[in-house]
């Protein structure tokens, strides 16, 4: 419930008591291009207030709803790079925020572009199989 309770301080809270938790993560991904798209935007027209508030957005969702979501127990190897890699999408923002660098945000959107259609594509999968079963 941690990955809900992040996406919901995101407003947007439409679906998210009726959604699987491997919905919610993928609903997490969503969140985090829209706050970075809307970073970018607000970045090119020189909007300083909305480029951070949008840049905290993206880092609350990666911090607290992606990171957070991270079991490392069960993840093993897998979680434990997936935290590596959250922390550095974190650390992009970070310095895309200090720096007006949106090739930062860029970077931040693929990587999490990249996990985040592979995490779809398992649940696809997943679906699949349990609907042939």
Aim: without cysteine; proline residues 1%; aromatic residues 4%.
């Amino acid at each position: 419930m941690r990955g809900a309770a992040a996406y919901g301080r995101v407003s947007v809270e439409s679906n998210v008591l009726s959604a699987s938790p491997h919905q919610l993560i993928s609903m997490l991904f969503d969140g985090a291009q829209a706050a970075i798209k809307a970073a970018k935007l607000h970045m090119a027209n020189g909007n300083v207030a909305e480029k951070g508030k949008a840049i905290s957005k993206a880092m609350d969702i990666v911090n607290s709803g992606l990171l957070a979501a991270l079991d490392k127990e069960k993840g093993g190897e897998l979680a434990e790079r997936l935290e590596g890699i959250y922390n550095y999408v974190s650390n992009l923002l970070i310095q895309a925020n200090l720096r007006n660098d949106t090739a930062k945000l860029d970077e931040a959107a693929e990587l999490l572009q990249n996990i985040g259609s592979a995490w779809k594509e398992i649940g696809q999968q997943a679906a699949s199989a349990k609907q042939g079963g």
